[in-house]
């Protein structure tokens, strides 16, 4: 049964919380990847991607192709508000931010990744089906084309949200230990709502700090468009165990604007 408002099942240490939290819950599509080869217009990560004959392939600032990070076909799921029931998203990124040199990583204008959605989808004998003009790469944060299943969740805002202080008031070290094994409030909410899974819609995992708390710009982007976080067993892998963070504006969201977007990328 999905969780809700009522009966949102909270750590029994942050039950003195539950007034708090209630108002923050949001509702993501967790991701799960696995390993398969997967058709042109289904969900994916990596891979080649559904592409119009009519269409030409994006390139980064210099010339180059890129390579598909992740492709989402909304008819496969059920997505939390607002985001569309059909059509589909790409992620595109360039070479050139697969070995990042600096632990963030931030960028507005899709120079060196690329973002596209099609409400509707051409039939086969209309999409290019040859991409051998594409070489290989061995250094993409993805090691292999992987299908996507994904799940509802409702969670409560993350322990590195910018707004999580709207919700309790304070930031989480002033409330000291609330547990019998001597945790802090911090401690179990780090371990609790980290928020740092594969995901759409939801809350964002930042290793740092969420660079868009004090900027009403960097505000504007209030939609985690897409979350990809490094994970071993999924054989992904962004710089030195990093995470990729896609941020759209809901209403251009719910208007199926793609054309601004915020990437935040940081490793350790």
């Known amino acids: ?35 398969s080869i ?11 991607p559904y592409l119009p004959k009519i269409q030409s392939h994006p390139k980064d600032s210099e010339g180059n192709y890129m390579y598909l990070l992740a ?9 939390p508000e607002p985001f569309p029931t059909q059509g589909l998203l790409q992620i ?5 931010l697969c070995n990042p040199k600096q632990q963030v990583l931030e960028l507005l204008w899709q120079h060196n990744y ?48 910018y707004r999580l202080e709207k919700y309790f008031k304070k930031p989480l070290s002033h409330y000291g230990v609330i547990s019998d094994d001597e945790l802090t409030l911090e401690e179990i909410y780090f371990k609790s709502y980290l928020g740092a899974e594969h995901k759409i819609g939801g ?15 960097l505000e504007s982007f209030d939609t985690l468009l897409l979350q990809i976080v490094s994970n071993d067993d999924h054989n992904i892998n962004y710089g030195d165990t ?18 601004k977007v915020y990437l935040h990328a940081e490793q350790y």
């Open 242 to 259: 990093g995470v990729l963070k896609f941020f759209i504006n809901s209403n251009e969201l719910m208007n199926l604007d793609f054309s």
């Open 92 to 96: 595109f990124i360039s070479k050139s």
């Open 38 to 48: 997967i058709s042109l217009t289904q969900s994916k990560f990596a891979g080649y």
């Open 114 to 161: 690329k973002v596209r959605y099609y409400p509707t989808l051409l039939p086969e004998n209309e999409i290019t089906q040859d991409f051998s003009y594409l070489n290989p790469f061995n250094n993409f944060p993805i090691e292999n084309e992987m299908g996507l299943k994904f799940t509802t969740h409702v969670e409560p805002v993350s322990a590195t949200d």
């Open 203 to 217: 809350y964002p995992y930042f290793i740092e700090s969420d660079t868009r708390k004090n900027s009403k710009f």
């Open 1 to 35: 049964m999905l969780e809700t408002k009522e009966n949102f099942d909270l750590p029994q240490q942050l039950e003195g919380f539950r007034d708090k939290l209630i108002p923050s819950l949001q509702t993501s599509s967790i991701i799960v990847p696995y390993r």
């Open 71 to 79: 492709q989402i076909n909304f008819s496969e799921a059920t997505f």
